[in-house]
């Protein structure tokens, strides 16, 4: 089963990236931005059953490694169209 | 006293911390590799600076659940001393026996220079050398410096006199909540810190400052 976890700053924390990003669209000519925010995506294969295991899982994962929830939040999106 | 240094693959400074660490005892430290699920009696483990699995995720992630992590965490638990330095502070954070975590410089350049350190904190096994307030000059070297923690756990450290070093306030590398450059667990057994004790333990080095840490720990565990 395919799935894709997407990991973003929580709110409140400072994210310097995001805001580098934020300056060079200023400086490019793109007005009217009043945010960005960066993150990452990762992309998981896994044996699973059924969508609920899947979901339990990756949770386990994010928990243990994908995430530092002192800092990130996480939300697992299955693809179960394949 | 025994030392023992965990080499993790991207580790560059477990070399230059065992060289600091036979200075002060007299014997050579056991450089133990991450994969390894043995870890020799030692009376203070030290995780050194480098890049741990090539930062790869979050600096320190990885390294946080390679299987000589889970006897490091044993060990600290039963009260070995550890010292974390540099990446060795961010993988204790990952790993949990220290809190909060080190987010990249606030101003996203790599910083490497001296830095000013206060010892807030002369009691633990790492700083019975330094006097209480006295200032310091050790070098930094890292892009992921930033300390942050929640509001709470903030105050818990600086209410536990947790923060054992914190940069001179006009001093600050990083951008590191409170001046942050050092911190130990409630204990005071455990310390993360990310300058760089080991590059200012000689006077060919520019200094000796970070010397007195190590020789600190041979007299506070022998």
């Known amino acids: ?82 | 006293m025994q030392a023992s240094v965990i080499v993790f693959p991207g580790s560059n400074c477990d070399r230059d911390v065992a060289v600091c660490l036979e200075a002060a005892t007299g014997k050579k430290p056991n450089m133990v590799w991450h994969g390894n699920s043995d870890l020799p009696d030692s009376d203070v483990i030290v995780l050194p600076g480098g890049f741990s699995y090539g930062d790869y995720l979050r600096c320190g992630s990885m390294a946080a659940n390679c299987p000589i992590m889970k006897e490091v965490v044993l060990k600290a638990q039963k009260g070995t001393a550890v010292l974390g330095i540099c990446n060795g502070f961010q993988v204790l954070t990952e790993c949990g026996l220290l809190p909060g975590v080190l987010m990249q410089n606030a101003d996203l350049n790599f910083v490497c220079r001296n830095t000013r350190l206060i010892v807030d904190n002369n009691t633990t096994p790492f700083t019975g050398l330094y006097q209480q307030g006295e200032e310091v000059v050790i070098p930094v070297a890292h892009n992921e410096g930033n300390y942050f923690a929640d509001d709470e756990t903030l105050d818990e450290l600086s209410g536990e006199g947790r923060i054992v070093l914190s940069y001179a306030p006009e001093d600050n590398p990083n951008g590191a909540c409170k001046n942050i450059a050092g911190i130990c667990d409630a204990s005071g057994r455990v310390l993360g810190m990310m300058p760089h004790p080991e590059r200012r333990a000689e006077t060919a080095l520019g200094g000796e400052d970070g010397k007195r840490m190590f020789t600190g720990l041979v007299e506070a565990l022998s």
């Open chain 1, 1 to 82: 089963m395919k799935a894709t976890v997407k990991i973003t700053l929580k709110y409140g924390v400072l994210d310097p990236q995001g805001k580098a990003i934020e300056k060079s669209l200023g400086q490019l000519g793109f007005s009217g931005v009043n945010e960005v925010r960066q993150g990452k995506l990762i992309e998981l294969d896994i044996d699973a059953d059924t969508p609920e295991a899947a979901e339990k899982q990756i949770t386990e994962m994010c928990e243990k490694l994908l995430a530092n929830t002192v800092i990130e939040n996480y939300d697992i999106q299955l693809n179960l169209a394949e």
